[in-house]
Each structure stands twice: as structure tokens, then as C-alpha cells.
């Protein structure tokens, strides 16, 4: 059996200009991940970078601590199918139309602008990206230019076909990512409908590793969401 474990970046910059970098607490989410599968004893011999700096930044860290380690660090791959789903572009496209048909969005959008509290604007947030994209993936909206749900998880699959089939016979694989891909890669596991992966997408913690078994004709879910390695409470984030 060959493992694939998946990782989702540290926290990223919820907020600020740019927030596709890590946070000062997701550097320290990577950093604790790194130092817990030195601990372990965990080695790989294939890593693979999705494209977006948060994710870079994660696998960079671990990789830095494995090097100062002498513990080897295989040359990284950059795949851009492990990107995200497109939730901003979801979200900009979208919530203006269905704020014309949904009057409580129109609301939350009127109480993210005018609060000044993070953790409100994060929970709004949340929410209106939580109902925009199911109501993208049920097709109430659609634009041709935008994939659909489940062309994601089509894409996600077949790229992490492509790290098992560069990954060794009985060798150990690590894909730095995010929450999307995470639950998409459960999804081709367990056989999970577009609906279920979609509601797990919001599940993956920064920086937990999900692990998956794999052989020519099998893949299986091993563990999800786990983080042994963020042992106080307020390591644990979700956004």
C-alpha cells in the first residue's frame, strides 16, 4: 500500500490586502505540523505544491525544518489543479443576482460592510459563501465561463491520479492544498455525492492532514481532519 496524505495550508490572511499569504499563526500551524512528523518519524518521497501562495508557503516551511533536519525533502511539484475552488469569483459573480431574489443576503451584505468586528465579518462571510456556492452547485446560478462543482471535483480527481502514479510502490506522497480539494479527495474515496463534498469542504481545519491508501485499483480513506499536532485550542482555525 502507498499513502497520500493531503494537507491544508495554515491560516491565511482573513481580511487583509492579501489574503492568500499565511497568517503569522498559520506559519506557526505549518511549523508544528513539520516538528510533529519529524517526531514520527514520517518521510516522503513525492511532494506536490498546489499553486496558491498559502499553499507554497506550508509545504516551504515543512520542507525548511525536514532540510535543517537532515531528514530529505524531495524536490517539489507544482500542480495548478490543486487550486481552490474559484469562491471568490463564485461569490463576486453570483451575490448580486441572488441578493435581488434573497432578501436575508441582502441583509448579511448590509452587516458585513457596516461591523468592524473580525470574528462578525468572518462568521457573515462564511455564511454568504456557504449558501452562494450551494446554490451554484444546485444550478440556481451559472455562468459558462465558470466551472461548475462538480467539473472541480473532476479536476481534483484526476490530479491526484496523476501523484499516484508518481508516487513509488509502497512510498508516501504529501499534497499541500486547501479545503476543497481535501473534501473532493474524500469524495473519490468513499463515493460521497457533489452535495456532501460540498458541505464537507467547510470541515478541513488549517493545517490537518487527511490520509489516503492507495494500490493500482484501490483507494481508501485512512484519516480526515487530523491535527495530533495543534494541541491548544486556540491553534485550531478554521479560516
Given at each position: 500500500?502507498?499513502?497520500?496524505?493531503?494537507?491544508?495550508?495554515?491560516?491565511?490572511?482573513?481580511?487583509?490586502?492579501?489574503?492568500?499569504?499565511?497568517?503569522?499563526?498559520?506559519?506557526?500551524?505549518?511549523?508544528?505540523?513539520?516538528?510533529?512528523?519529524?517526531?514520527?518519524?514520517?518521510?516522503?518521497?513525492?511532494?506536490?505544491?498546489?499553486?496558491?501562495?498559502?499553499?507554497?508557503?506550508?509545504?516551504?516551511?515543512?520542507?525548511?525544518?525536514?532540510?535543517?533536519?537532515?531528514?530529505?525533502?524531495?524536490?517539489?511539484?507544482?500542480?495548478?489543479?490543486?487550486?481552490?475552488?474559484?469562491?471568490?469569483?463564485?461569490?463576486?459573480?453570483?451575490?448580486?443576482?441572488?441578493?435581488?431574489?434573497?432578501?436575508?443576503?441582502?441583509?448579511?451584505?448590509?452587516?458585513?460592510?457596516?461591523?468592524?468586528?473580525?470574528?462578525?465579518?468572518?462568521?457573515?462571510?462564511?455564511?454568504?459563501?456557504?449558501?452562494?456556492?450551494?446554490?451554484?452547485?444546485?444550478?440556481?446560478?451559472?455562468?459558462?465561463?465558470?466551472?461548475?462543482?462538480?467539473?472541480?471535483?473532476?479536476?481534483?480527481?484526476?490530479?491526484?491520479?496523476?501523484?499516484?502514479?508518481?508516487?513509488?510502490?509502497?512510498?508516501?506522497?504529501?499534497?499541500?492544498?486547501?479545503?476543497?480539494?481535501?473534501?473532493?479527495?474524500?469524495?473519490?474515496?468513499?463515493?460521497?455525492s457533489y452535495e456532501s463534498t460540498l458541505e464537507l469542504t467547510w470541515s478541513p481545519k488549517n493545517a490537518s492532514f487527511s490520509e489516503f491508501l492507495f494500490t493500482s485499483d484501490r483507494f481508501s480513506l485512512h484519516t480526515f481532519n487530523?491535527?495530533?499536532?495543534?494541541?491548544?485550542?486556540?491553534?485550531?482555525?478554521?479560516?
Amino acid at each position: 500500500m502507498s499513502t497520500l496524505t493531503v494537507v491544508r495550508h495554515g491560516q491565511a490572511s482573513f481580511l487583509a490586502e492579501n489574503y492568500d499569504r499565511l497568517s503569522e499563526l498559520g506559519e506557526r500551524q505549518a511549523r508544528l505540523l513539520g516538528e510533529y512528523w519529524l517526531t514520527k518519524g514520517v518521510r516522503f518521497e513525492h511532494v506536490v505544491y498546489g499553486p496558491c501562495e498559502r499553499q507554497i508557503r506550508t509545504g516551504e516551511i515543512i520542507g525548511d525544518l525536514y532540510r535543517s533536519a537532515g531528514a530529505g525533502w524531495p524536490e517539489p511539484s507544482n500542480d495548478p489543479d490543486l487550486d481552490e475552488f474559484p469562491a471568490e469569483l463564485v461569490v463576486r459573480t453570483f451575490l448580486p443576482e441572488l441578493q435581488r431574489r434573497h432578501d436575508h443576503l441582502n441583509r448579511a451584505v448590509s452587516e458585513f460592510v457596516s461591523t468592524a468586528d473580525a470574528n462578525t465579518k468572518r462568521r457573515i462571510f462564511d455564511r454568504v459563501l456557504r449558501e452562494v456556492s450551494q446554490r451554484w452547485l444546485s444550478g440556481e446560478v451559472s455562468r459558462e465561463d465558470i466551472p461548475t462543482w462538480q467539473q472541480f471535483c473532476h479536476r481534483i480527481e484526476a490530479a491526484m491520479e496523476r501523484v499516484k502514479q508518481a508516487t513509488p510502490k509502497s512510498g508516501h506522497a504529501v499534497v499541500f492544498t486547501s479545503g476543497g480539494p481535501t473534501a473532493a479527495t474524500a469524495r473519490a474515496a468513499l463515493g460521497l455525492s457533489y452535495e456532501s463534498t460540498l458541505e464537507l469542504t467547510w470541515s478541513p481545519k488549517n493545517a490537518s492532514f487527511s490520509e489516503f491508501l492507495f494500490t493500482s485499483d484501490r483507494f481508501s480513506l485512512h484519516t480526515f481532519n487530523s491535527t495530533p499536532h495543534l494541541e491548544a485550542p486556540d491553534l485550531i482555525t478554521y479560516r
